[in-house]
């Protein structure tokens, strides 16, 4: 691994992993983020012990945010049509990973980095620190790594529409309360909790955690054409003029404000919407 790698993985025993996302100061998700965890996630496909893989954040306030537009360029770019993009591949392959994947939600989690956690098993949040959002409609853009595929299928129709569409933030009793989120947990007690979880699913017969996965996802998973599709969507739609407008706008907002932007981006793409 590269020392500049925005992927730390730590093996902490044969059965349990730990992938810690660092991208200060906001933890946008970059080119190299999903290269690197398409590399450890391929290489833990055929781990014979691998049982739980954690996902946390070692950047204060953010968990993973969303892709960093400014470097789309550097994002891994299918070679053909008929070839799945790198980042829809990630999530589906988290999504049927012959291990369980958890969260350990502190900060702001939106847009891809929304996605992503939308394609783990097991998502536990700070009920103090964990805000989610899809910011993209109110950008211009369309989500594109699973949000209007997998967020409808946890929290229900409408709930998805208005999160998605008003392209605001979520505090973490909200995502609790719709199931967007496993749990909330107090953040003093979040470690501790995900710890105790993550010991009592190593110490599990590890056939019996990854064919009960598989039963439930064949009962629960969006077909993997949709997100396919949608990832084409999202692609599309960087090229339409609703998003090269705002991007102009978001531009203004975002040196004016700094990184109170990221802070609070529901409420500053409600703000430059309104000015156009």
Do not use: C
């Amino acid at each position: 691994m590269s020392e500049q790698s925005t992927i730390h993985y730590e093996r902490s025993s044969p059965q349990v992993a730990k992938i810690t996302f660092a991208n200060p100061p906001v933890n946008l998700i970059v080119g190299e983020t999903v290269l690197r965890l398409t590399e450890i996630v391929e290489k833990l496909a055929t781990d014979p012990d691998i049982q739980v893989v954690v996902f946390d954040s070692a950047t204060p306030d953010f968990f993973y945010n969303h892709f960093d537009l400014a470097a789309a360029a550097d994002f891994p770019a299918p070679e053909d049509e008929n070839e799945v993009p790198a980042w829809t591949n990630l999530v589906l392959a988290l999504s049927k990973a012959p291990y369980i994947t958890i969260a350990a939600i502190r900060g702001r989690t939106r847009g891809g980095g929304n996605e992503l956690a939308l394609a783990l098993d097991l998502r536990y949040a700070s009920r103090e620190k964990a805000i989610f959002g899809q910011p993209e409609v109110g950008s211009g853009l369309l989500p594109g790594g699973g949000g209007t595929e997998r967020l409808p299928r946890a929290i229900g129709r409408d709930r998805a529409l208005e999160a998605i569409l008003t392209s605001d933030d979520y505090d973490a009793d909200t995502a609790e309360r719709w199931g967007w989120i496993t749990r909330a947990l107090p953040d003093s007690e979040l470690d501790g909790f995900v710890d105790t979880i993550v010991g009592r699913l190593a110490s599990f017969d590890r056939t019996s955690l990854a064919s009960a996965k598989a039963q439930i996802n064949r009962a629960s998973l969006p077909p993997d054409e949709d997100l396919v599709a949608a990832y084409g969507e999202f692609a599309h739609s960087l090229a339409l003029p609703g998003f090269l407008v705002r991007a102009v706008g978001t531009q203004a907002f975002v040196e004016q404000a700094g990184i109170d932007f990221e802070y609070r981006l529901g409420h500053y793409i409600g703000l430059a919407n309104q000015q156009l």
